[in-house]
């Protein structure tokens, strides 16, 4: 018993603050493949770049970037959390190997984005599924809000050409 208690003891000091890495570790991605997500509750990014700018009907929308100043400028002043994210980040045209994924979707307030898996779909693109935890069933509103999961990548074969993002029934391809 008491062994127990010392394992999810260092379990627990060890994860401290790494909420987000659990959810990674556990969602379905290719071995080659690496992944980190954070949930933001609200609209991190310029209003012009990100889902409020797209037609009514668009629910889901999603945005890459390559570069910390291109990701940084699509990115509001407070938006701390966010840009603390994209700080840690060491994007490809930088000289790291990572690429950002910045996926967002009109909805009631109770949901919460998660990352689901991440599946190839050829040989430079990815299909990223977010799931929607927080409510059961059929989800409407009349006054949705914006939440937000940034997704940094790594990818052994390279940055991915092509991203189709899918929450719910919305889908949002993108280039990167």
Same mark, same amino acid.
């Given at each position: 018993?008491?062994?127990?208690?010392?394992? =999810?003891?260092?379990?627990?000091?060890?994860?401290? *603050?790494?909420?987000?890495?659990?959810? !990674?570790?556990?969602? =379905?991605?290719?071995?080659?493949?690496?992944?980190? =997500?954070?949930?933001?509750?609200?609209?991190?990014?310029?209003?012009?770049?990100?889902?409020?700018?797209?037609?009514?009907?668009?629910?889901?929308?999603?945005? =890459?970037?390559?570069?910390?100043?291109? /990701? *940084?400028?699509?990115?509001?002043?407070?938006?701390?959390?966010? &840009?603390?994210?994209?700080?840690?980040?060491?994007?490809? !045209? !930088?000289?790291?190997? /990572?690429?950002?994924? %910045?996926?967002?979707?009109?909805?009631?307030?109770?949901?919460?984005?998660?990352?689901?898996?991440?599946?190839?779909?050829?040989?430079?693109?990815? &299909? %990223?599924? %977010? !799931?929607? *935890?927080?409510?059961?069933?059929?989800?409407?509103?009349?006054?949705?809000?914006?939440?937000?999961?940034?997704?940094?990548?790594?990818?052994?074969? *390279?940055?991915?050409?092509?991203?189709?993002?899918?929450?719910?029934?919305?889908?949002?391809?993108?280039?990167?």
């Amino acid at each position: 018993m008491y062994r127990r208690a010392v394992v =999810s003891g260092a379990l627990a000091l060890a994860t401290a *603050g790494c909420v987000d890495r659990l959810h !990674d570790v556990a969602a =379905s991605t290719p071995r080659d493949l690496g992944v980190r =997500s954070r949930y933001v509750d609200g609209n991190p990014m310029v209003d012009s770049q990100s889902v409020l700018a797209r037609p009514e009907e668009l629910l889901t929308h999603a945005a =890459s970037f390559r570069s910390a100043a291109t /990701a *940084g400028s699509a990115l509001k002043p407070d938006a701390t959390e966010s &840009r603390e994210f994209v700080d840690r980040t060491e994007f490809v !045209d !930088d000289g790291g190997d /990572a690429v950002l994924v %910045i996926a967002q979707q009109l909805t009631v307030p109770e949901v919460k984005l998660r990352l689901g898996g991440i599946s190839r779909t050829g040989d430079h693109s990815l &299909r %990223i599924a %977010i !799931d929607q *935890g927080g409510v059961r069933g059929e989800i409407e509103t009349d006054e949705p809000v914006v939440k937000t999961l940034l997704l940094r990548l790594t990818d052994e074969r *390279g940055p991915p050409e092509r991203v189709i993002v899918v929450i719910g029934d919305g889908r949002a391809g993108i280039t990167v």
